[in-house]
C-alpha cells in the first residue's frame, strides 16, 4: 500500500489509539481496530438505511501493519453492492504516526449490514437518495 493508495474520500471515522487498547506487546489490539471498522460501517449503512442496522457478516480480515499508541486512524467505508434489505461494504483502516505524514494501510475487510424495523426485523432500504 502507498501513499498513492489513500482513499480521496472523508473516512467515516478517524481516531487516535490509546494505551488501554494494547495487548501485552504495545501494539493495539486487532479486536479494537475491527470495532472501530465496525462501527465506520455501520455509520455508512446507517445512514444509507436511513435508521437502525446490524452487522450480520464480516469477511477476509488480514492485518497488514501493526497500529502504535498515538497513531491516528482513519477509516473509510463504502457500500459495494446493495440487496432488498442488505448491503455490501469494502472497509479499510489506515494509520498515521502522531509525528509524520506518511499513511499506511493495517487492515481492509469486507461488511454486510441489514437494515432493520423497530422490532429488529429486516426491512427494505429506502429509495436511494
Not at 464480516?58 to 442488505?86: C, N, Q, T, W
Not at 481492509?108 to 429506502?126: C, H, K, N, S
Request: proline residues 5%; glycine residues 6%; neutral net charge.
Amino acid at each position: 500500500m502507498t501513499q498513492d493508495d489513500y482513499p480521496q474520500d472523508q473516512p467515516a471515522i478517524r481516531t487516535m489509539a490509546m494505551p488501554a487498547d494494547t495487548n501485552p506487546s504495545g501494539d493495539i489490539f486487532g479486536g479494537w481496530l475491527m470495532s472501530q471498522m465496525d462501527l465506520a460501517a455501520g455509520n455508512v449503512a446507517a445512514r444509507r438505511a436511513r435508521g437502525r442496522c446490524a452487522t450480520v457478516a464480516v469477511d477476509s480480515f488480514s492485518f497488514h501493519l501493526p497500529v502504535k499508541v498515538g497513531d491516528e486512524v482513519s477509516v473509510f467505508a463504502r457500500i459495494l453492492r446493495e440487496g432488498r434489505s442488505s448491503m455490501q461494504l469494502h472497509v479499510e483502516a489506515w494509520r498515521r504516526s502522531r509525528d509524520g505524514a506518511e499513511t499506511q494501510k493495517v487492515t481492509q475487510a469486507t461488511f454486510v449490514f441489514v437494515a432493520l424495523d423497530e422490532a429488529g426485523r429486516p426491512r427494505a432500504l429506502p429509495a436511494a437518495s
